[in-house]
């Protein structure tokens, strides 16, 4: 209709009319065009939001689970140093006591990284990372999820050592069932159930021995550095969590809120 009555205005040089005509018509593209932009710029915005609080509980589930890691890798490495301790008391080590055998059983237990950014690597990977407007954040995504990389790297690095003083322990120590019932020894246990299903008939065979000790050796400082990696990075996925907690409350990367509270 309008560009009915715009037509019948110029061919009747009412230059009036057609200037409002014309302005009308203006000014409703430029209308549609804004409404267009604002709800685009919302889902934007509602996209960011739904993708900023999967990445929130994520990382929050991963500093529970890469807490409750780094305890047990710990405790796996005081049980690797103490087995190194008793292998050297030669005379302590052949009574073969059940800390002993559960030493021994436990030498190779290396539970792998089970913990995960799935949303954070999902975004990285189909490029919808770019929702995120903060580029502080954005590159803090990138570090983190190298990071979990990093830790899975040397968990699959270190477990060929940890195999390793597994088969030569197990092979030295003569490690034998006792019975065909189910075995009740569970990975990433620090404590050995059912201890009289297994039997040690050489302790003479590893008690003692250096090769052995020098193996386990290794494998406690393996663990040690592994644990460290794990500390160092369970440190930076704090802040990362900390980080997206804090763009998400008000909008700002957490530097620039820090900055601002400086006085």
């Known amino acids: ?14 230059w009036f009319t057609v200037a409002v005509e014309t302005l009308i018509v203006v000014f409703g593209v430029f209308i549609g065009l804004q409404v267009n932009n604002w709800n685009a710029a919302r889902v934007m915005r509602a996209n960011e939001a739904d993708l900023l609080s999967r990445m929130i509980v994520e990382a929050e589930d991963a500093r529970m689970e890469m807490a409750d890691y780094l305890t047990l890798h710990n405790l796996i490495l005081h049980g690797v140093k103490r087995l190194v301790v008793r292998l050297n008391d030669k005379a302590g080590c052949l009574a073969m006591d059940d800390e002993m055998k ?25 490029g919808r990372l770019s929702l995120i407007k903060s580029s502080e954040i954005r ?3 990138r570090e983190m999820a190298d990071q979990m990389t990093f830790v899975d790297r040397q968990w699959q690095r270190y477990i060929r050592i940890k195999q390793d003083v597994e088969q030569a322990a197990y092979g030295a ?37 250096t090769q052995i000790i020098a193996l386990a050796s290794n494998a406690a400082i393996t663990q040690h550095l592994y644990t460290i990696y794990i500390g160092q990075v369970s440190a930076k996925l704090d ?6 907690a804090t763009y998400a409350e008000d909008g700002r990367p957490v530097s620039q809120s820090n900055a601002e509270q400086t006085p």
């Open 173 to 209: 120590a003569g490690l034998s069932l006792t019975s065909e019932e189910g075995l009740q020894l569970s990975p990433g246990l620090v404590e050995v159930s059912g201890m009289d299903q297994y039997r040690i008939l050489t302790p003479e065979g590893i008690c003692g021995n």
């Open 139 to 141: 590159d803090g995504v």
């Open 1 to 14: 209709m309008i560009l009915q009555r715009l037509a019948t205005s110029l061919r009747k040089q009412d």
């Open 102 to 126: 559960g030493l021994i059983l436990e030498v190779g237990d290396f539970p792998p990284p089970r913990f995960s950014l799935a949303s954070a690597n999902e975004a990285l990977e189909t």
């Open 239 to 244: 802040t990362y969590a900390a980080s997206l």
